[in-house]
């Protein structure tokens, strides 16, 4: 099993930015797909950015506008998620999870994945 560590949710008022790190192991993010999700109250869990292994291709969800980046930093075996111009509805607890890739470009499905982490809170308001 993968373990994985989210940070740097917190309080942030509209329009304002966040960087939430997914901590795994270089060995993860070299040759594993990682992707974010997150899970507002009462809604399904919804993939909203993910990260190929095999060449660091991105891939997100139209939910998100472009307003989010999702990187990896390989060397300190971590992905990021840059949040900008968040918004109210951007309020959820964000996951990371990742498994071995299933195809070209990685998946925002759930059932692509197998190692989640905790979550982190994200909370947008005024």
């Known amino acids: 099993q993968v373990q994985l560590v989210e940070s740097g949710g917190g309080l942030v008022q509209p329009g304002g930015s966040l960087r939430l790190s997914c901590l795994a192991s270089?060995?993860?993010?070299?040759?594993?797909?990682i992707a974010w999700f997150r899970q507002a109250p009462g809604k399904e869990r919804e993939g909203i950015a993910c990260?190929?292994?095999?060449?660091?291709?991105?891939h997100y969800a139209n939910s998100i506008e472009g307003r989010f980046t999702i990187s990896r930093d390989i060397a300190k075996g971590t992905v990021y998620l840059q949040m900008d111009s968040l918004k109210e509805e951007d309020t959820a607890v964000y996951y990371c999870?990742?498994?071995?890739?299933?195809?070209?470009?990685?998946?925002?499905?759930?059932?692509?994945?197998?190692?989640w982490g905790q979550g982190t809170q994200v909370t947008v308001s005024s």
């Open positions: 270089k060995l993860t993010v070299e040759h594993f797909d």
């Open positions: 990260i190929s292994s095999n060449d660091g291709n991105t």
């Open positions: 999870a990742t498994d071995r890739p299933v195809a070209l470009q990685c998946s925002l499905l759930t059932i692509h994945y197998a190692d």
